[in-house]
């Protein structure tokens, strides 16, 4: 299944025709440089691409009211000066004589990207659209934003295809005031925004976007914002909002599709945001949202006015919207304070509606080991390019050497391999599942498993060749991940060598997990790998 990307040309239509410092980052170019950038990245031809069509005017009635309608079409035959009058009457907006077309569009691209997610077309998309819509209301244009692309597609998904439960993820780096006011009260739709706030000092200097707003009456809760109250966010924060907020509320509220509100305004370099965020924290966050609703995620354009920033997270997001895996996020994973704080008012103002937020106050369930991040050489936890240390203090020339040299990690031919150990078992795989026949040559299998007793017979040998030999396409590139079958009796002794072999092919950093039945936890003490190697659960 695979990925739509909505578009259509016209949407650069619209531009501002008079002088206005605040309005003027809302250009054509942000569409024809995220477009460009995926081209050349052979993303686009990687897609669906489809032509977005206008929405109705009924299909704009969903959310706002016939007047409102009606004043944003008479636009169309308006001259520079009414139009620049009119535009005055808002927060933040102006109107074009095709902006009533390219908001149209920009709906429709939206409806098109549902009804192709939810009739099982593709299994998730990106429609790439301007104007963006997070802050547009029922009767106003607000902060660039004209008809409320996402929120009338939610409407749509609940009308057209009968669904009880979505959720709106809003990582624009502005509060999406208009979904808030749209939804506040609906329990079918819980919406979720970060959002530069600064304790209220930043636009758009409302009360109601910090974290003790949670929606009203019946949809009590089902309002989540996260307000951030210092610019310099980065990764390592993004990272920990969805973690501590939104994963969990979101498989406790258990949707049925995944709008998002993609506002890459919240990435690195971007004037308004003064964010950190760099352009691959996009596709990690675009992977953590698709363990939600089978994957059915349907991103809509909104805020990014870097135009190198925006177009690289574009890239990244639809990467990873196409199942590429995300390259390794740099730098120190640690959250700044107020990051943490911001988290944590939200899990209070959140704790009675949601069971998955209210186990503050419990001790951790594990006790110290001798294989905590304490115990670990810091030049681990200090790895990354020493351009990221220098981008987290404003410089403008590490932005750049950030941003010239994108980090592209090739895409392994192969998805998932599968190593058996009876090559009739392959039958039963699904058709995109590539059944290895390869092996390690054979004195390198003995030579790793002379040390050990379990892997003295036949069988275990056998499948050790091959647990091997998916490692090293692994560790090349050439597979994505592996699943390779091994005796029980040899599984611990099995691991250990698998361990031992990834850290002599290179690996700095290894995470063990053990599901099911181990005899044992691998063993690392007799050659100082334990510090590299994370151990995980043994059951
Ligand atoms: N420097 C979107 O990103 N100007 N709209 C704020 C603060 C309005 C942003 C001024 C920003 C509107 C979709
Ligand atoms: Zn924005």
Redesign the pocket.
């Known amino acids: 299944m695979g990925t739509a990307l909505v578009y259509h040309e016209d949407m650069t239509a619209a531009r501002l025709l008079w002088d206005d410092p605040?309005?003027e980052?809302?250009c054509p170019e942000r569409l024809t440089t995220a477009l460009e950038r995926l081209q050349q990245r052979g993303l686009e031809q990687r897609c669906l691409q489809l032509a977005a069509r206008e929405a109705s005017e009924a299909e704009l009635g969903l959310v706002h009211s016939p007047e409102y309608v009606a004043l944003v079409r008479g636009t169309q035959a308006l001259g520079t000066g009414e139009l620049q009058t009119l535009s005055g009457q808002y927060?933040?907006v102006y109107f074009h004589p095709s902006t009533f077309h390219c908001a149209r569009l920009a709906v429709g691209a939206a409806l098109q990207l549902v009804d192709a997610v939810l009739a099982g077309a593709v299994r998730n998309g990106l429609a790439l659209v301007r104007?963006?819509?997070?802050?547009s209301q029922r009767a106003a244009a607000?902060?660039?934003?004209v008809f409320n692309n996402v929120a009338i597609a939610a409407k749509h998904a609940q009308r057209q295809h009968g669904l009880h439960r979505i959720l709106i993820v809003d990582w624009?780096?502005?509060h999406?005031q208009g979904i808030q006011y749209i939804f506040e009260d609906d329990p079918s739709v819980l919406y979720f925004s970060w959002h530069r706030y600064e304790h209220g000092r930043?636009?758009?200097y409302l009360r109601e976007s910090d974290a003790d707003a949670v929606g009203q009456g019946p949809g009590l809760g089902f309002t989540v914002n996260l307000p951030w109250n210092q610019v310099g966010m980065g990764n390592a924060d993004y990272v920990a909002a969805f973690l501590h907020v939104l994963l969990p509320v979101a498989f406790e509220f258990n949707p049925e599709l995944v709008l998002v509100s993609a506002?890459f305004?919240s990435a690195i370099g971007d004037?308004?945001g003064q964010m950190q965020a760099t352009p691959e924290c996009f596709a990690h966050l675009t992977q953590l949202l698709q363990v939600l609703a089978g994957g059915r995620v349907c991103a809509v354009l909104?805020?990014?006015?870097h135009l190198e920033s925006l177009s690289q997270s574009v890239c990244m997001m639809v990467q990873a919207l196409l199942g590429d895996p995300a390259p390794p996020l740099l730098g120190p994973m640690v959250p700044h304070g107020s990051a943490l704080e911001s988290i944590q008012s939200v899990r209070v103002a959140q704790g009675p509606h949601w069971m998955s937020l209210q186990q503050q106050g419990v001790a951790p369930v594990l006790s110290p080991s001798p294989h905590s991040p304490e115990g670990r050489p810091s030049s681990l936890l200090l790895t990354g390019r020493p351009e990221f240390k220098a981008a987290a203090t404003q410089d403008v020339a590490a932005l750049s050497s950030l941003l010239d040299q994108p980090r592209l990690n090739p895409t392994p031919p192969v998805r998932t391999a599968v190593a058996l150990a009876a090559p009739d078992a392959a039958l039963a795989l699904p058709s995109d599942v590539l059944c290895e026949e390869g092996s390690a040559p054979q004195e390198e299998t003995q030579a790793w498993a002379r040390p050990h007793e379990a892997l003295a017979q036949d069988r275990a040998l056998t499948a050790l060749g091959k647990v091997l030999y998916l490692l090293d396409r692994i560790l090349d590139g050439q597979v994505s991940s592996g699943i390779a079958v091994t005796p029980a009796c040899a599984a611990a002794a099995t691991l250990d060598v698998a361990i031992r072999c990834g850290l002599s092919h290179g690996a700095q950093r290894l995470l063990c997990l053990a599901v099911g039945q181990l005899d044992r936890p691998p063993d690392l003490t007799d050659d100082g790998y334990d510090s590299q190697v994370t151990g995980g659960i043994y059951g």
């Open positions: 605040e309005c980052i809302e927060d933040a104007p963006p819509g997070h802050h607000n902060g660039f934003c624009d780096v502005h999406g930043f636009w758009p506002g305004d004037p308004e909104e805020g990014g006015y």
